[in-house]
């Protein structure tokens, strides 16, 4: 039986040409970026190419706007802890919305714990969130605001030009965890407004243990892996150069192929959304159409994410309930629960992410399963 | 000409048996760790494995006391920082040999800038560390003693073990930095009292944007990077696959092939030793024996480093001048100086650090590189 994988929210293979492209720089075209001699100079190089690559995929006014991190967590940390002690004489007041990454999350609960203040802006049942609530919210002392992009779990894209509007009216930083949607769907940080911007490489086709932070000029986030001084000094350490080479690449061919493929996803997704939904008692999560094109997610009431999913398994299909980062502590989804969803309700949900393995042929089989699934444990369920 | 690579600690090429061990983490076997389907299963294992190499290559009692980081900074901050940190009921005191990687010290400046009191150690003029200093400046309210095994610039190995009693005697925690050891030289976590050691894998031909910790049970460093709680909470973030698998490997080879490895690179060591101290005026830093196998590192007085090395790169042959790390200041090394060396002379130092590529072959060669560009360059010289 073909294996279905339909998780690249949670891990995304290397696209093969990334692999071709960065490989070199593991073994022949190697040399530390500080080094003087020939092979250091190669490296420096490889290194401002591939800034370059992830400043034309966001819209940076500049490839120096960009410092390469070791993936989507570290710059979350530093991007909200970083500029929040940066400018504390401004305020000590910090925001984000409830449907944030646990990264970013945990970034602002340990502020709390340092004499910030710390608020969370609700969201609607579609995972949009409340704008008119953080216009309220916000005040003269309020330093970074973070909201994502689009959220891994529901698909739901963020008004995020309108709330860039609001926090800089107030003199804010705006913080966008774009892990889900970078190089998936077009981002301009210049045009929307965006101070800081995380990007994930693997979530994109690119190599793990490597991530970016976009840093609007001006904005001094305090580093906390102090060293050599490298990346301007926000992060210090030896470049990763395959991984920093993987991820310029990976943005490459996202940006080249960005509008061609998230087409052809949308088709499939748009069908197993119709198709699913057929199912009885049956609820697709998250905003219908301000969503990420390769995403579907659903739940069916009364039965566990963890049962459906190893279910799944067994037809040779991988999919995610909830967060892959949250799911071994197998407490309901936080993001489901701040949609005004009930606890039984959250804790049977399904999250479809499509990526170029997947193809039309293989829906009918999907949906089989899905539906074959859900009735077998909705038979056997107490509830 | 052929080219002659001697920066292997600067930068060192990933061994192809490592890539071809971890390759299939890119694509074929990628999977978050904290998926529950098969994919996640198989990552969680493969990670798993690596730990136990790692544990095994510096005698841990458990997998379970080495975390993965993205590097030997990152391990160095989490180490000293986050030990600091946490033991403040203790007290604020730490020291650092003077001759530290400057991830360490710029660490240890941190605390100092948050109440902590800061002490250097002082080094002989071979750099070895003042162990009847140590002794003298520990109190019971000092923390984080920060020693590294072996140092990069002038090949000098520690002794650990007597520092490490020292400290324990004080109730303080030794951190040692074992960047450019670990790999090269064997290391015993349990029997020479180590609390916290750093471990790079690129040094040991492993991946770049990789390294561990190895954390003694019952010590908790404060984390940095929050978020999915990865690594037993101390360093968050989707792990890098790749990275941690390809290092695991790199730590196995070198734990097979080390004694052997050894023997070959410092019998070629010692050549270039000699036939290098025939030129007039030409000293060797470091210790004689007691120093790195495949580490040779000289002054030639009142010429540049910066000058010798653009010269041997006309050679075709690629060394280093002082620390990669921190090559770029242009500022004479602050482990030279530290051994009671002028300025002058601390400028115009060369390092040959050996690896696998180097051959007894290439020896007349690069003799023959250093006597003319020495000849030269001092017949050019205003000094």
């Known amino acids: 039986m073909e294996k279905i994988y339909l998780d690249y929210a949670s891990a995304t293979p290397v696209d093969p040409r990334v692999l071709e492209f960065a490989k070199r720089f593991l073994m022949k075209d190697m040399g530390n970026a500080s080094s003087l001699h020939s092979a250091g100079l190669g490296t420096r190089k490889a290194i401002v190419e591939a800034r370059t690559r992830i400043a034309e995929l966001i819209n940076a006014e500049s490839e120096n706007d960009i410092i390469f991190t070791s993936g989507a967590t570290e710059s979350n940390n530093l991007a909200i802890k970083g500029t929040a002690m940066r400018n504390t004489r401004k305020g000590k007041k910090v925001m984000a919305s409830v449907i944030e990454h646990i990264s970013v999350l945990n970034s602002m609960k340990e502020l709390s714990k340092n004499g910030f203040e710390f608020g969370m802006l609700p969201v609607d049942s579609m995972g949009i969130i409340d704008l008119d609530q953080l216009k309220e919210r916000l005040t003269d002392d309020t330093t970074v605001v973070s909201i994502m992009?689009?959220?891994?779990?529901?698909?739901?894209?963020?008004?995020?030009?309108?709330?860039?509007?609001?926090?800089?009216?107030?003199?804010?930083?705006?913080?966008?965890?774009?892990?889900?949607?970078?190089?998936?769907?077009?981002?301009?940080?210049?045009?929307?407004?965006?101070?800081l911007l995380t990007i994930s490489s693997n979530d994109m086709y690119g190599p793990q243990g490597v991530g970016a932070l976009y840093i609007k000029p001006g904005i001094k986030p305090q580093p906390f892996i102090l060293g050599g001084g490298q990346e301007r000094g926000f992060r210090s350490g030896t470049e990763n150069l395959f991984?920093?080479?993987?991820?310029?690449?990976?943005?490459?061919?996202?940006?080249?192929?960005?509008?061609?493929?998230?087409?052809?996803?949308?088709?499939?997704?748009?069908?197993?959304?119709?198709?699913?939904?057929?199912?009885?008692?049956?609820?697709?999560?998250?905003?219908?159409?301000?969503?990420?094109?390769?995403?579907?997610?659903?739940?069916?009431?009364?039965?566990?994410?963890?049962?459906?999913?190893?279910?799944?398994?067994?037809?040779?299909?991988?999919?995610?309930t909830g967060s892959a980062c949250t799911s071994r502590t197998l407490e309901a989804s936080h993001v489901l629960l701040a949609l005004g969803l009930k606890h039984e309700e959250a804790h049977g949900s399904m999250i479809i992410s499509l990526g170029k393995s997947n193809s039309e042929e293989q829906i009918p089989h999907i949906v089989k399963a899905v539906r074959e699934t859900i009735e077998r444990l909705r038979a056997m369920s107490p509830l």
């Open 149 to 195: 992009y689009a959220n891994n779990e529901i698909g739901t894209i963020e008004p995020i030009k309108a709330a860039a509007k609001l926090i800089h009216e107030k003199g804010g930083f705006l913080h966008v965890d774009a892990t889900a949607a970078a190089g998936k769907i077009p981002i301009d940080v210049q045009n929307e407004g965006i101070d």
């Open 243 to 320: 991984g920093i080479a993987g991820m310029g690449e990976a943005a490459r061919l996202a940006k080249e192929e960005m509008a061609e493929e998230n087409g052809r996803l949308q088709k499939i997704r748009d069908q197993l959304i119709e198709q699913i939904l057929e199912i009885e008692n049956t609820n697709l999560t998250g905003h219908r159409t301000q969503r990420l094109p390769h995403h579907a997610s659903f739940t069916f009431g009364r039965i566990e994410g963890e049962s459906i999913l190893l279910n799944m398994n067994q037809y040779n299909i991988q999919i995610a």
